[in-house]
């Protein structure tokens, strides 16, 4: 009987011009993130250490471990918040209609009883919080006129929450049960992403303005800004605080991530700038971070991750990828079985090596969508819906991978009527 041995992971979905909000485990080193409806644990010591979880109906947003690491609660864009355990085949613990639409960010509680959600009421709340096993509400979160970004719970007591939205509001709220305090509108544009230090005397929300701003974690008072020398030339998508609270990474459409010390007057200054291997196009904007332990982990909008060491940022970062769209083919190579190539839908082409994990990628120019594809001596042939068969190249796979042959197959009308519809004909010299 077949077992598994290795899965390959997926890589984030992202959407141009929003950031993604992953999260990590400090305990076990593990990110969260979603995919269509799935969402995926994934170690960051050992890459192929993989677990999903596909049981929500609809796709899935955010996901956060609990306090204790037993639970995960993830959402959905139905307004769902699913909670389940962490061990035993993920059983299901508890599910809550939290919102009318899609949440785009939650927040577990530092003693892990109450859980905060945050994103489109569809002109209803915008923002719930509640008891994670009764789903009893436990305030009310009046304030924000347009979509929530980001939520935020403060990690001491006393309990705050912040809440960050399209209506350029950061919001701050006192309980349980949580009642309005006070809000800011520093920022002129979307306030993307709100986060408490771990220590939880500070709170910074960051913003498509390109501003980072500080508050006093407890009074909710203003007490600080990044500076903009050496700052960020695009919106600032997503914020992470170091585990000692004196540092921040955020990332940006302006392609980089930022290490800033934080004063404890509430200032920012830059102290490192890191940049990820790239063509420098569109799809390697920032729009994810996390820092986790000594990991600085960035996603980029193409869904590369990117893992820093915290220790060493010098250090060339160990690049994470895969297919962010449905897998259409698979081969594996005669001469070398360890070697696995997946295409998927986008026109994209994934080499994995089997127990080591990802190890490069190829993206079609034509940007056709890939029918199917096999490896054949020393090249790659493949088919798509432009009814062309490519020659690739082997051995320089995912360097210049100059195309050598080209096969036009004909009209697509043809093939639409033709008897030998679904079929792909082709003519190698042997």
């Not at 332990?293 to 590369?304: E, K, M, P, R, Y």
């Amino acid at each position: 009987m077949a077992e598994l041995g290795e899965t390959f992971a997926c890589v984030p979905s992202t959407e141009r011009g929003r950031g993604i909000l992953i999260s990590g485990d400090p305990k076990s080193n593990k990110i969260l993130y979603c995919n269509g409806r799935s969402v995926i644990i994934l170690s960051l010591d050992n890459p192929l250490d993989v677990a999903i979880y596909g049981e929500h109906a609809y796709q899935a947003t955010v996901a956060r471990f609990s306090p204790n690491s037993e639970w995960i609660a993830s959402a959905d864009v139905s307004g769902t918040v699913r909670i389940w355990g962490t061990r035993n085949d993920f059983v299901l613990k508890k599910e809550f209609r939290v919102l009318s639409g899609r949440i785009d960010d939650l927040q577990w509680s530092p003693d892990g009883m109450r859980i905060v959600a945050s994103g489109d009421g569809k002109g209803k709340s915008f923002v719930r919080a509640f008891m994670w096993d009764s789903g009893t509400n436990v305030g009310e979160f009046d304030g924000h006129s347009k979509r929530v970004l980001s939520c935020a719970f403060k990690p001491t007591r006393p309990f705050r929450i912040a809440t960050c939205a399209e209506d350029f509001l950061v919001n701050f709220y006192e309980g349980p049960p949580f009642k309005f305090k006070l809000s800011h509108r520093d920022h002129s544009n979307f306030v993307n992403c709100i986060r408490f230090s771990p220590d939880g005397t500070k709170l910074i929300s960051v913003s498509s303005d390109k501003k980072g701003i500080l508050y006093d974690a407890k009074t909710g008072e203003k007490i600080g800004e990044l500076s903009s020398e050496d700052g960020h030339k695009g919106s600032i998508y997503a914020v992470s605080w170091s585990s000692d609270s004196k540092k921040v990474l955020t990332v940006s459409a302006d392609k980089t991530a930022k290490i800033w010390d934080i004063s404890e007057d509430g200032s920012g200054t830059v102290s490192k700038t890191l940049t990820s291997p790239g063509s420098g196009g569109v799809e390697d904007m920032l729009v994810g971070c996390l820092w986790l332990n000594d990991h600085i982990v960035t996603v980029s909008l193409g869904g590369t991750i990117s893992v820093f060491s915290a220790i060493d940022m010098d250090k060339s970062p160990r690049l994470l990828s895969g297919h962010m769209k449905n897998i259409t083919s698979l081969s594996v190579l005669q001469n070398d079985p360890k070697i696995i190539l997946s295409a998927s839908y986008d026109g994209l082409i994934v080499k994995w090596i089997q127990g080591i994990g990802y190890a490069g990628k190829l993206e079609r120019k034509e940007n056709s969508q890939i029918k199917c594809f096999a490896a054949h001596g020393d090249e790659i042939l493949s088919s798509a819906y432009d009814n062309k068969v490519l020659a690739l190249l082997m051995q320089i796979f995912l360097r210049t991978l100059p195309i050598i042959r080209v096969c036009n197959m004909g009209n697509a009308n043809l093939h639409k009527h033709s008897w030998f519809k679904g079929f792909v004909w082709l003519w190698i010299n042997v």
